[in-house]
């Protein structure tokens, strides 16, 4: 199993400014994803963080708005940028940790709440 | 068409009832599918793997049909704990997920 930490757990921003996420594993993992999850709404893929190189985005995501750092196999970052109002979402980081395709399981980290003023 | 679909509810059940949700999905080369249960206000959890015909974990029985993709959850002997949004997800080919909107269960006592 992973257990996942992220900081902050919630926050409350002025549109315009920007906000980093930290996403910490207990171990090392293949795969770091990033999500949004809106008010009422399911989980929505925002990108997968590659270590070592930049992330794969989906589409409706773009790297100017939500840069993503992975410099190890254990840590994350996501950055919300230039913030406004419909940025206000719950982010959460997950890790896919497992012995291969038929047994990895995808966890997820507690979320980080944000609101944008 | 969204990729997954499931019904929102709520499904509202005395306790000791058994429920059924069902989701749908649209890519048919998906090969693997999960449920996930995510509690008010916090994290999704791993319920269950369906890998293949289905699997069975106590109260719990998830069933995968690949003729009609779709995949159901049946949860038998419902508790008031068993209270939560269940969501159906299934892996994107990319290692990564997409899921359902989510099924709101209420058990009654």
């Known amino acids: 199993s992973a257990v996942i930490s992220q900081k902050p757990s919630r926050d409350i921003c002025q549109r315009g400014t920007s906000l980093t996420i930290q996403c910490q594993v207990d171990?090392?993992?293949?795969?770091m994803f990033w999500y949004r999850q809106q008010p009422g709404q399911s989980l929505t893929l925002i990108a997968t963080?590659?270590?070592?190189?930049?992330?794969?985005?989906e589409s409706g995501f773009v790297i100017d708005k939500f840069p993503i750092s992975r410099p190890n196999l254990t840590f994350s970052t996501l950055t919300v940028s230039n913030m406004s109002p419909e940025d206000s979402s719950i982010y959460l980081c997950?890790?896919?940790?497992?012995?291969?395709?038929?047994?990895?399981?995808?966890?997820f980290g507690p979320g980080t709440r944000l609101t944008v003023l | 068409r969204k990729e997954v679909e499931q019904d929102p509810g709520p499904f509202n059940v005395p306790e000791g009832a058994t429920v059924a949700f069902n989701c749908t999905y649209s890519n048919s080369a998906s090969q693997s599918f999960f449920w996930y249960r995510q509690d008010c206000r916090k994290e999704p959890k791993l319920l269950m793997s369906v890998y293949s015909s289905g699997n069975e974990d106590g109260r719990f029985t998830a069933q995968l049909n690949r003729a009609s993709q779709y995949i159901s959850l049946l949860i038998r002997d419902s508790k008031l704990s068993d209270s939560a949004t269940y969501l159906c997800s299934m892996d994107t080919g990319r290692r990564a997920l997409t899921f359902g909107s989510g099924t709101r269960l209420q058990v009654q006592p």
């Open positions: 997950s890790a896919l940790a497992g012995a291969g395709p038929s047994t990895d399981t995808q966890y």
């Open positions: 171990s090392q993992v293949t795969m």
């Open positions: 963080a590659n270590q070592g190189s930049e992330a794969t985005y």
